[in-house]
């Protein structure tokens, strides 16, 4: 099934090619001449995941989703969740992105570093809206470790694998839990079931 997924984030894309599988042929915008920025202006993960899919369906016409993802940190109550992306500095920087974390959890001695991952998948099919959503609980290490995966990666700690960083394990053990892969086979399901 040839669909747009709405994404500029490469990371992303790799893991959904993954979890999705061979009946999936991704298309990305930028493959259809899409590069401009979507301006994610709401301020819910719900809201921005809807905003990105709305904004391509409209400029192709085409099935497609997007993904909103954010870290939910407890002890920041819930930050930096739909600020995610641009938590340090306007420009997607994952290693400032940590390191701003890493600051304001030594902020909070003694606290529970507990955490999650949420994504919200919003799902454009024969015009019709579709939300399913996935989340992956851990906790926030003290510092980080490992190259795989990208974004918090090397600052999440899986209850599931609880002495690594997720970028320390491999992808096929973050795509089997993840957030992503949650919502992913959710959706991939309520396709298989629809189409
Ligand atoms: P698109 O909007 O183009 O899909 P984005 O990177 O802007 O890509 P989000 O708005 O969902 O994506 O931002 C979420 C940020 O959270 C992202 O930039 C990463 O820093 C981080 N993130 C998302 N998924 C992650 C994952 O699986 N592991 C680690 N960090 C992740």
Not at 47 to 58: F, G, L, V
Not at 105 to 128: C, D, N, Q, Y
């Amino acid at each position: 099934m040839k669909i747009v997924f709405a994404t500029a984030n490469v990371g992303k894309l790799r893991e959904a090619s993954e979890i999705l599988g061979s009946g999936f042929e991704l298309v990305t915008p930028a493959e259809l001449g899409i590069t401009e920025d979507i301006e994610e202006t709401g301020s819910t993960l719900e809201e921005n995941s809807a905003i990105k899919a709305e904004y391509i369906h409209s400029r192709t016409g085409m099935d497609c989703f997007a993904d909103d993802t954010g870290l939910e940190v407890d002890c920041l109550g819930g930050a930096p969740g739909v600020h995610s992306a641009r938590y340090a500095t306007e420009g997607h920087d994952f290693q400032a992105n940590m390191d701003k974390l890493l600051s304001e959890m030594a902020g909070h001695p003694g606290e529970p570093r507990t955490a999650r991952f949420r994504s919200v998948v919003t799902l454009i099919w024969k015009g019709e809206k579709h939300v399913f959503e996935g989340s992956f609980e851990g906790s926030i290490a003290e510092k980080k470790a490992g190259s795989g995966g990208f974004g918090y990666d090397p600052v999440f700690v899986p209850d599931l694998c609880p002495d690594h960083s997720v970028a320390e394990l491999p992808e096929s053990f973050k795509n089997e839990h993840s957030h992503r892969g949650k919502a992913l086979r959710a959706m991939a399901l309520w396709l298989s079931e629809h189409r």
